[in-house]
């Protein structure tokens, strides 16, 4: 685990623009997973952090994801090459790689389980048991979130993960980091045709908080405030409609305000969520 936490932070050193992907590479590996309703037994579920994100990259979901993948993955090589005394799986890798991409960003160290197996195939993108409160934006049909989601729908999706209402709003600060794709100067080719390899090659991605997009902190959770009291300025963020719901909503809006007011509070959440969401199916007893 050791070698591949150096690896990630050698390859960060380099291009610390990918602490925000190698994050995201994790997310979409892992929330996949689909607990089975026909079973009592705790654990036992579809999907999940299990490297079937390698065979998810056409995904509209996944765009922008081939390059960290391909990062984690020549990781995953190495350890297999030095004979490690324990065996790590490509779902160890992505897991202990979105990690060490906080770390190195300035966050808390996060230790994880380890021993996920890896599938030859990807995971279902349909949810099998369908969620919805009576709300008209809250459907959870898929096994990755909707960025169209409303609070009621990130309750249910999130829940169905076993995060608390605490649990996924830290989790959303990882929006701290990173970039989404923009239209901006798109080749005209790509306006009449919008493609997967546009996405992928787009000139031009915003951060979804402008301010050290690169450094993982409590800033996303200050800039909602911010955003919420109509005193951010053009280009100060750039948020999509599940981040400002989190502000929207009255009763999320008190964990942003404690996460906004109390980093240590926000750091030790998210060690815990991220914990939650990534060692489903890992089997060692200890964390590394």
């Known amino acids: 685990s050791s070698l591949v936490r150096r690896a990630t932070s050698d390859f960060l050193s380099d291009d610390p623009t990918l602490a925000g ?5 994790a997310f979409h590996d892992a929330a996949t997973r689909e607990q089975q309703e026909s079973s009592d037994e705790l654990g036992l579920f579809t999907g999940g952090p299990n490297g079937s994100i390698k065979y998810e990259v056409s995904w509209s979901e996944n765009r ?23 065996s790590l799986s490509l779902a160890d890798c992505i897991a202990l790689a979105g990690a060490s991409a906080v770390e190195f960003a300035g966050g808390p160290r996060i230790p994880i389980r380890l021993g996920r197996k890896d599938v030859t195939e990807a995971d279902e993108r349909k949810r099998r048991h369908v969620l919805k409160s009576d709300t008209d934006r809250s459907l959870v049909d898929t096994t990755l979130p909707s960025a169209g989601l409303d609070s009621d729908g990130l309750r249910l999706y999130f829940g169905a993960l076993g995060l608390s209402e605490s649990e996924f709003v830290a989790l959303c600060g990882s929006h701290d980091l990173g970039r989404h794709v923009t239209l901006l100067d798109m080749p005209k080719s790509c306006l009449k045709n919008l493609t997967r390899e546009c996405l992928e090659n787009a000139p031009v991605l915003m951060p979804f908080v402008a301010e050290e997009p690169d450094r993982f902190s409590n800033t996303y959770f200050k800039k909602l405030l911010k955003w919420y009291e109509r005193k951010v300025t053009v280009g100060e963020v750039g948020f999509i409609p599940t981040d400002v719901n989190l502000v ?35 089997v060692s007893d200890k964390r590394y």
């Open 21 to 25: 992907s190698l994050l995201r590479l």
């Open 64 to 86: 922008g994801i081939t390059r960290p993948l391909k990062i984690v993955e020549s990781i995953y090589e190495d350890t297999e090459k030095n004979n490690m005394s324990m």
């Open 248 to 282: 929207v909503d009255e009763g999320l809006r008190t964990h942003v305000h404690k996460f906004a007011t109390n980093k240590k509070s926000f750091y030790s959440t998210f060690t815990v969520a991220y914990q939650k969401l990534v060692d489903a199916g890992a």
